[in-house]
T-cell receptor, first 113, second 115 residues
């Protein structure tokens, strides 16, 4: 158990819909990262939040947005869903020191039908 | 981001050592070398990391070449549970200190462990 909790584990929804994925980081970790893993693209970095503020952005679509709340949990919002958004979405958290590691959750498997 | 090159796949026998290579010829002085692995149906898991010196932990050893252009992850005795995709990743801590842990994953090496 990494200490990072993601809900829900599975999500099936229709094209055009909007979903929210939730992540609770490890206790004490200020940074949260979102990654998308699809069969053809591998693991892609989407976005990072640090103590409530957006810190880094990767290949995140405009239809996607995220935020980190004062209690440090984070949500990834995906809207106007397309079939190609079907993927595993991972959240990770880390401390802020140089010599540290990132801890990943078990992921949310999103299926868009 | 500096790139890494790994073999697509490797095979090992149970109880034998495994050496997983990684080339990173464009590594910069501020790049840490990280290894993560992803077991089937799970999120990536940290294995080990280092900067210049060889490193050991309970999971593995990391051997870093003197010029830092390559590194090798060593699993001393492979078990069936070590079958996974292993990712070698360079993490640039320049300007961000420890607060940026953006990881750029490549395709990794799929390790198969035979009983």
């Amino acid at each position: 158990d990494s200490g990072v909790t993601q809900t829900p584990k599975h999500l099936i929804t229709a094209t055009g819909q909007r979903v929210t994925l939730r992540c609770s980081p490890r206790s004490g970790d200020l940074s949260v990262y979102w990654y998308q893993q699809s069969l053809d693209q591998g693991l892609q970095f989407l976005i990072q939040y640090y103590n409530g503020e957006e810190r880094a952005k990767g290949n995140i679509l405009e239809r996607f947005s995220a935020q980190q709340f004062p209690d440090l949990h984070s949500e990834l919002n995906l809207s106007s869903l397309e079939l190609g958004d079907s993927a595993l979405y991972f959240c990770a958290s880390s401390m802020t020191t140089l010599n540290t590691e990132a801890f990943f959750g078990q992921g949310t498997r999103l299926t868009v039908v | 981001d500096a790139k890494t090159t790994q073999p697509n796949s490797m095979e090992s026998n149970e109880e034998e050592p495994v050496h997983l290579p990684c080339n990173h010829s464009t590594i910069s002085g501020t790049d840490y070398i990280h290894w993560y692995r992803q077991l089937p149906s799970q999120g990536p898991e940290y294995v080990i990391h280092g900067l210049t010196s060889n490193v050991n932990n309970r999971m593995a050893s990391l051997a870093i070449a003197e010029d830092r252009k390559s590194s090798t992850l060593i699993l001393h005795r492979a078990t069936l549970r070590d079958a996974a995709v292993y990712y070698c990743i360079l993490r640039d801590v320049r300007n961000s200190g420890g607060s940026n842990y953006k990881l750029t994953f490549g395709k990794g090496t799929l390790l198969t462990v035979n009983p």
